[in-house]
C-alpha cells in the first residue's frame, strides 16, 4: 500500500519562503501525476499545482510567479517551493498521487502566513 508523508509547514511571516516535501513510499512517484491541494478553514481544498509524469507543470492563478513545484524521481519526492507568501495561503497542504488505476493522498502540513 503506497504512502504520502508531507513536511516542511510552520509558521511564517508574510513575504517569506517555506519548502514542502512529499515522500512517497510503497510507490514510484514517476508513474504518477503528482499534485499539491490546500484547504483553507471554511473553504472548498483547491489544486495549487501538478506535475506529469513527463514535467510538465501547471499553477494556480492564486501562486503563479510565487510557487515552484519540482519532482525528483531518484529521491520519491515532490516539492514545493513557496515564496512571497500571503496570509491567504494560510492552508492545510496536501500531497497527491494519482494515475488512471489509483490514487493516494498524504495526511497534510499546515502553513500559516500571519505576523
Known amino acids: 500500500q503506497g504512502q504520502l508523508v508531507e513536511s516542511g509547514g510552520g509558521l511564517v511571516q508574510p513575504g517569506g519562503s517555506l519548502r514542502l516535501s512529499c515522500a512517497a513510499s510503497?510507490?514510484?512517484?514517476?508513474?504518477?501525476?503528482m499534485s499539491w491541494y490546500r484547504q483553507a478553514p471554511g473553504k472548498e481544498r483547491e489544486l495549487v499545482a501538478s506535475?506529469?509524469?513527463?514535467?510538465?507543470?501547471n499553477y494556480a492563478d492564486s501562486v503563479k510567479g510565487r510557487f515552484t513545484m519540482s519532482r525528483d524521481n531518484t529521491q520519491n519526492t515532490v516539492y514545493l517551493q513557496m515564496n512571497s507568501l500571503k496570509p491567504e495561503d494560510t492552508a492545510m497542504y496536501y500531497c497527491?498521487?494519482?494515475?488512471?488505476?489509483?490514487?493516494?493522498w498524504g495526511q497534510g502540513t499546515l502553513v500559516t502566513v500571519s505576523s
Open positions: 506535475i506529469s509524469a513527463d514535467l510538465r507543470i
Open positions: 497527491k498521487a494519482a494515475n488512471v488505476f489509483e490514487g493516494y
Open positions: 510503497g510507490l514510484r512517484l514517476s508513474r504518477y501525476v
